[in-house]
């Protein structure tokens, strides 16, 4: 089993910055690929970033694309996203996940049935 813990959620102004963590503890040494999805109210949860553990490759949501950078901290087994010029549409309460199941490219782990372990959540609220 692996546990999942994120933290860094909080109110901030449009084009603002946050900086979320995800510590990972348990089994981590069996993890293969780590994410970030969110969830707004009344809506789907969606993808945002992904990272292969060990080899760094990522992968990110259009959406995102250029503002937010997903990265890990193996020697912490840590993971991060940094998110800049935040706009209210970013509101939402931000899940990391962890899968321990190789893939043939950071591309496949895009949804929400790809991943094995989450996190409680923590909620992002930015304000216009």
């Known amino acids: 089993q692996v546990q999942l813990v994120e933290s860094g959620g909080g109110l901030v102004q449009a084009g603002g910055s946050l900086r979320l963590s995800c510590a990972a503890s348990g089994r981590t040494f069996s993890i293969y690929a780590m994410g970030w999805f969110r969830q707004a109210p009344g809506k789907e949860r969606e993808f945002v970033a992904g990272?292969?553990?060990?080899?760094?490759?990522?992968y990110y949501a259009d959406s995102v694309k250029g503002r937010f950078t997903i990265s890990r901290d193996n020697a912490k087994n840590t993971m991060y996203l940094q998110m800049n010029s935040l706009k209210p549409e970013d509101t939402a309460v931000y899940y990391c996940?962890?899968?321990?199941?190789?893939?043939?490219?950071?591309?496949?782990?895009?949804?929400?049935?790809?991943?094995?372990?989450w996190g409680q959540g923590t909620q992002v609220t930015v304000s216009s």
């Open positions: 996940a962890a899968d321990p199941r190789p893939k043939s490219g950071v591309y496949y782990y895009t949804g929400v049935n790809q991943y094995m372990y």
């Open positions: 990272i292969i553990w060990s080899g760094g490759s990522t």
